[in-house]
Every structure is written in structure tokens, then in C-alpha cells.
T-cell receptor, first 115, second 113 residues
């Protein structure tokens, strides 16, 4: 089944403790992206990747890192989480560049709480 | 700066009522337009999209949207809503840039049975 898999689904952590949220897609998609969703602010893009070893900042990259060493994986790393990073995170992928009208496939989300 | 505006933040309807959710964008060039839906507790999924051709686009579950270029709008419609349409609806635009979508803030729709 074609899907984007995120783990974990829920995560509670403390300030400063490094964490990684994994994202994997099995559709051989070139484009992958991370979003955070906050009430009243909608979806905001954190980072995106056009292909392996190609990553770029989105609208709210501060406090986050990503890597794209393999086509299928696009982990989101919080080196030193802070409470303002408490949010619902979504990973998404697309077959190719979005300018061709390709749709995004979303993961099920990761609800992160930083205490 | 490019932006997407969804005029209705919260909409409450009774079953069988008609629905129209507004979406306007600010960009003068070629656009790809999308509506995504997020059912309670679920991830976002594509409802419909406009890439080219007929400006009246039909999507899943009886939804449709009309691209009106002169009004920079892509409003979502459904003639008769159901309780199962309760969800959050997001309009998104790819505005001449293949790298990202610009998202509206979303509209929360509650349909009362």
C-alpha cells in the first residue's frame, strides 16, 4: 500500500532532549516536506527536499534539522527542543515538483509535546 | 508576498444545507490550486485540484470547485452536506514555484445531523 509513514505518533519529551521524528515513503517520490500545524496558524512548512541530498528551508526552519540521505527517508531532528515546538507535525511527499500539479501524500502526523 | 486567504474560519451547517467555502490567492501568474481535507484525527488528503483545462473541477465525495482567474478565487462547493463532511478544509496554491505550496489557514466545518 502506498503510504507515508511517520513515527512516533505521539511523543512527550522535555526541553533540551534531542529527538528525531522519522518519515518514510514507499512511492519513490522525489519531493518530501515537513509541516507543523498549530491552531489558528494552519500549516507551516519547516523544510523540504527536492531529491536526495537536496534540502531547503521552509517558512519556519529555526530549531529544526533534516537530512535526505536516501530517497525514501526524510527524518526531522530537533537538537534541543523547546516548549514552543509543541505542535502537530506532518510529513508529506509528492512524485515530483509541485509545479506539475502533483498532489501531496501526508503521513498520519506526530503530536509532540515539549515540557 | 504570495498569500492564500480563506474567509470563513468556522462554519456550522445542518445536514442537507449547501456549502461554499471561499479561497482567494494573491499571485498574477500561472497557478495550481488545491483543496485538502482533514477529517477529525486523520491526516490531510486531497479533495480536488486544478492544474489546467476546465475551471470547474469535481473532486471526491460530491465536492467541486471553480477557478475564476479574474477574481483570483477557487471556492469549494457542495450542494448538500452530510454529517461525515465535518472536517477542516485547507486551500493551497502552487504559485509559479515548484518547490512549495502556500496554504490558507483552514476552515473548520461542523455539520449537525
Amino acid at each position: 500500500e502506498a503510504q507515508v509513514t511517520q513515527n512516533p505518533r505521539y511523543l512527550i519529551t522535555v526541553t533540551g532532549k534531542k529527538l528525531t521524528v522519522t518519515c518514510s515513503q514507499n512511492m519513490n517520490h522525489e519531493y518530501m516536506s515537513w509541516y507543523r500545524q498549530d491552531p489558528g496558524l494552519g500549516l507551516r512548512q519547516i523544510y523540504y527536499s527536492m531529491n536526495v541530498e537536496v534540502t531547503d528551508k521552509g517558512d519556519v526552519p529555526e530549531g529544526y534539522k533534516v537530512s535526505r540521505k536516501e530517497k525514501r527517508n526524510f527524518p526531522l531532528i530537533l537538537e534541543s527542543p523547546s516548549p514552543n515546538q509543541t505542535s502537530l507535525y506532518f510529513c508529506a511527499s509528492s512524485l515530483s515538483n509541485l509545479g506539475q500539479g502533483e498532489k501531496l501524500f501526508f503521513g498520519s502526523g506526530t503530536q509532540l509535546s515539549v515540557l | 508576498a504570495q498569500s492564500v486567504s480563506q474567509h470563513n474560519h468556522h462554519v456550522i451547517l445542518s445536514e442537507a444545507a449547501s456549502l461554499e467555502l471561499g479561497c482567494n490567492y494573491s499571485y498574477g501568474g500561472t497557478v495550481n490550486l488545491f483543496w485538502y481535507v482533514q477529517y477529525p484525527g486523520q491526516h490531510l488528503q486531497l479533495l480536488l485540484k486544478y492544474f489546467s483545462g476546465d475551471p470547474l473541477v469535481k473532486g471526491i465525495k460530491g465536492f467541486e470547485a471553480e477557478f475564476i482567474k479574474s477574481k483570483f478565487s477557487f471556492n469549494l462547493r457542495k450542494p448538500s452536506v452530510q454529517w461525515s463532511d465535518t472536517a477542516e478544509y485547507f486551500c493551497a496554491v502552487n504559485a509559479g514555484n515548484n518547490r512549495k505550496l502556500i496554504w490558507g489557514l483552514g476552515t473548520s466545518l461542523a455539520v449537525n445531523p
